[in-house]
DNA sequence: AAAAATAATGCAATCGGTTGCACTGTAAAT
DNA sequence: ATTTACAGTGCAACCGATTGCATTATTTTT
């Protein structure tokens, strides 16, 4: 059996004879039509299986019920859990969503943000590859008044609203634990120093030493990548510091877990030689042992609310621009891997 | 400033004194242009910044240049492996992605058919549900002859283009091993058995214990969920069994992490006590001890393979429905977590 | 009862790219 | 030298929904 054309509104108007402004009009909810009428319509509609050709629509509407979302990794459990709050809110509010990943890379993440604009997005969502240093690849967006919202990765004073945690707080709190736990030389690994999330981090780690009287050495900070290769080698170098550090905060829980392993396997007990702090509470801190102390990080509303904030501006419910920056909570979450002493 | 408009091909058209179509033509590569006027036209468009507008370009051909993808969860190590494949292969073709997840919830995944249907997607990529049942929310696609390839989760003997792995295999594979390793008595923790992936699994597991003459016993098989809490109960149940097992085949990495802390936090001894086999070949594997010994599921390459798959189809160089069924390779990954001989 | 306001509908242009058909001019074939 | 072919280009009709403006019918106001 031939397949039929697609319904069109046209279809339905002249099978009820009226005009095709007349069944577009009372297919939104315009009350510009008249009661029986658009009963008919919606009646006629439903019946011919009508639905919607998005592309005249966009096309004449000059937007596109869309929102561009742009991630530095998409094989990360903290970046799916923001995708699932995004894809969460954009279902609920009817936006399609395209999704493009910079691997880390500035320059495919320009090549994105241009990719996005030509597809004429409504609105975009993104959070910054590691080698990023400036925002010029999002004007376009900017001089054509789309809303623009980071997460995670940001410039804190730069263009666009914001949805981050208090990276420098929670650096200070896990660094404040350890030394609670009674470590003295805390080490740190982290990854590139340009992104707020670690360089924020690392200021909190600092203030939480100052605060103690412990000397900053920054022969105990490790700037490197959080992949399993990266970690592996952190440990390593780690493992060559003398003294040996007694307690290592780590801003990756999985990043966390490579590293514990390869000093397991060094012979170093965690947490009495060395206590660990990781960052994130993924899935993988409550399963490898000892489990680990972490700083939960709540991705999947940090979606949620980037997506809403964007989606609210749109339909012009509020202005992204006077709420400039969310920060949403986080708190030390105190498992095994830390607790050298029994409090 | 105020913004310009977008400019079209009128406007390259106007500029240079050639008519809208020529243009329309040299944009593209059609042979049916002057050569120095198709110079002409690509300089101006590059000088101007032309960008097609993709809404008025589906519209008049009638198709999106976009690829549905359904996948049964997002926040998943597997699947973002797969997504990131797809992504990969959709990238260098210009094809976009929308993706939809169903939450293991069929009603949800029929809804998602029905919209990327809607949505006009030039073909699908799709992993069913745990509780789908029958393949008719896809029969539009069918029906209008839009490609469909299943991967992972596929029903075999149904329509559409399959790409798996051979998860009897695998199986067999995974309880072969254990049985060499001395295990006697083998238990297997799976989830729903009307997913191909879980069934095929468990006949394989069964196939290997007959042909070495272990009867195989309906109570050291438990079906239920894969995510922390299902894993947690499941890992209960095992350590209710009488006797105890002394070996266990478990369909997915993270929930076998999640029963192995359980099963130590018991006091069990693996692999001395039990040995464990996972499946996927997670990250999350390497970073757990004992680390554990899985199957190595080829995530990143199944997403390209499923992207070429469909896209070379769309472009008329291969038909889908003559290669239905592509088989990736898998293999048994070795470590700790089930060595119970140095072999 | 006449005037004014309002509700319901239609007309036709528009969004921007694509493509079948027709036309022109030059090159190749006879 | 004539016919034939074809490369290069333009015309105009689409694709389907939206919306400002005009028109008609109906209700309200005075």
Known sequence: ???DKDITIYDIATQLGVSPSTVSRALKNTNAVGNATRKKILATARELGYQTNTFAS???KQRSNTLGVMVHELRSNFITSVLSGIENVAAETNYDLII???????????ANANNLFHKRVDGLIASLA????NLHHFKSFVDKSLPVVFFDRVFEQDLGAKVII????AGYDATQHLIRQGCERIAHITSSLN???????????????????????????????????HAAYSAKRILKLSPLPDGIFITNDFCAAVVMQVLKDAGIHIPEDMAIVGFNNDAISKVISPKLTTIDYPGYEMGQIAARQIISHLKGTSNI??????????ELIIRESSLKQIS
């Open 195 to 229: 992104r707020n999330v670690y360089s924020e981090r690392l200021r909190g780690y600092k203030a939480a030493l100052a605060d103690n009287g412990i000397a900053f050495d920054e022969r105990m900070v490790i700037v490197d990548g959080l992949a399993e290769e």
């Open 1 to 3: 059996m031939a397949r």
């Open 130 to 133: 590691s080698d990023t240093s």
């Open 58 to 60: 966009n096309l004449r």
């Open 100 to 110: 493009a990943h910079s691997s880390e890379n500035a320059k495919k993440e320009r």
């Open 166 to 169: 208090n990276n420098f707080k």
């Open 321 to 330: 621009n006077t709420t400039n920056t969310i920060i949403l909570h986080s």
